[in-house]
C-alpha cells in the first residue's frame, strides 16, 4: 500500500513539475480577469450614478443642453433616452419637427428597452404623420392609422393601467424611471 502512495506522490510531484508554469499562469489569468472585472463593475456603477444624478437635474430645471450633454456622454442608457423623448416633445412644441425626428430616430439607434422603443416608435410614427416627412405616399390614413393603433396597444400599454400600484412599488430601478416618466406625462 505504502509503494502505491509513493507512486501516486511521484506521478503528482512530476506533474506538478511538468505543468508549473501552466498552472501558475492559468491562477495570474483567473486573478487578473477577476479584478478586470471588479474594474469594469465599479466603472459601471458609477457611470449608473452619474447619469442617474444628470438625469435628477434634468427633471428638476428641464435644462435641453443636459439632454445634448447626456446624449454624447451616455448614449446607451434609459435615462437619457426618457430625458431625449422629452426633448422630442420640447422640438414637436416648438414645430422643430426635423429636430424632433433626428431625436427620435437617435434614440432608437441607441437600442432603448422595448417599452421605450415602443413610445418612440409611435411618436416618430406621429410626427412623420403630421408632417408627412418620410411617409410612403401609397401608405394610407387608415393603414397608418393600423400601425399606429397596433403600436399603441402593445401588451404594455395594454395593462400600464392594470399593474400602476405594483410598478410604483417596484424596486427595480428601470421600472422606477419608467414609471417617474409616466407619472410626469400623465400630469401635463
Given amino acids: 500500500m505504502q509503494h502505491h502512495s509513493e507512486v501516486h506522490n511521484a506521478y503528482y510531484h512530476q506533474l506538478l513539475s511538468d505543468y508549473k508554469k501552466s498552472i501558475i499562469g492559468f491562477a495570474l489569468i483567473l486573478i487578473l480577469s477577476a479584478g478586470m472585472w471588479e ?5 459601471q456603477a458609477e457611470k449608473q450614478a452619474e447619469v442617474q444624478v444628470t438625469y435628477e437635474e434634468f427633471l428638476l430645471h428641464k435644462d435641453l443642453s443636459l439632454v445634448t450633454h447626456m446624449q454624447q456622454s451616455f448614449p446607451n442608457y434609459m435615462q437619457t433616452h426618457l430625458a431625449a423623448l422629452y426633448k422630442a416633445k420640447s422640438q414637436y412644441d416648438q414645430k422643430a419637427y426635423k429636430k424632433c425626428i433626428r431625436t427620435l430616430e437617435w434614440i432608437l439607434q441607441h437600442q432603448p428597452i422595448p417599452a421605450i422603443q415602443q413610445i418612440t416608435e409611435s411618436r416618430l410614427m406621429s410626427v412623420y404623420y403630421e408632417t408627412k416627412n418620410g411617409i410612403d405616399e401609397s401608405i394610407t390614413f387608415d393603414q397608418s392609422n393600423s400601425i399606429l393603433k397596433q403600436l399603441i396597444t402593445s401588451d404594455i400599454q395594454q395593462n400600464i ?19 417617474q416618466y409616466i407619472q410626469i406625462e400623465q400630469q401635463k
Fill in 161 to 179: 393601467e392594470e399593474h400602476v400600484e405594483e410598478l410604483i412599488q417596484s424596486n427595480d430601478p428601470q421600472v422606477q424611471l419608467l414609471t
Fill in 39 to 43: 474594474v469594469y463593475s465599479n466603472f
